[in-house]
């Protein structure tokens, strides 16, 4: 079902891409066409980045380890760095 579903989409876009390409649409004609190209371009983007599980649902591929970013070399420049109190700071006689 879902090579169907990617096949369907892949030959809505090709059609749409040809009929583009002959330049004998309208120009109302032709931003449609543009504006269904570029979303079945972003669905088939979405189909791909997903992985096809055992059962043939579709099922989103686990992350990775979270990663510490601390490790990662950033440097936290909007907060001061905390100091060691030793003593109360005198009062202004």
């Known amino acids: 079902m879902e090579r169907r579903v990617d096949r369907c989409l892949q030959l809505l876009r090709t059609w749409a891409e040809k009929r583009v390409a002959t330049g004998t649409e309208p120009p ?3 931003y449609q066409y543009m504006k269904l190209i570029e979303t079945v ?3 088939q983007g979405g189909r791909a980045a997903v992985v096809q ?3 043939g649902a579709l099922g989103i591929p686990e992350p990775a ?3 510490d970013p601390k490790k990662g070399g950033v ?5 001061r760095p905390r100091r060691r109190r030793r003593d109360d700071p ?3 006689m």
């Open 28 to 30: 109302w004609a032709w």
């Open 41 to 43: 371009t972003a669905i």
């Open 53 to 55: 599980t055992a059962s």
């Open 65 to 67: 380890e979270p990663t």
């Open 75 to 79: 440097a936290d420049i909007g907060t």
């Open 90 to 92: 005198p009062l202004p």
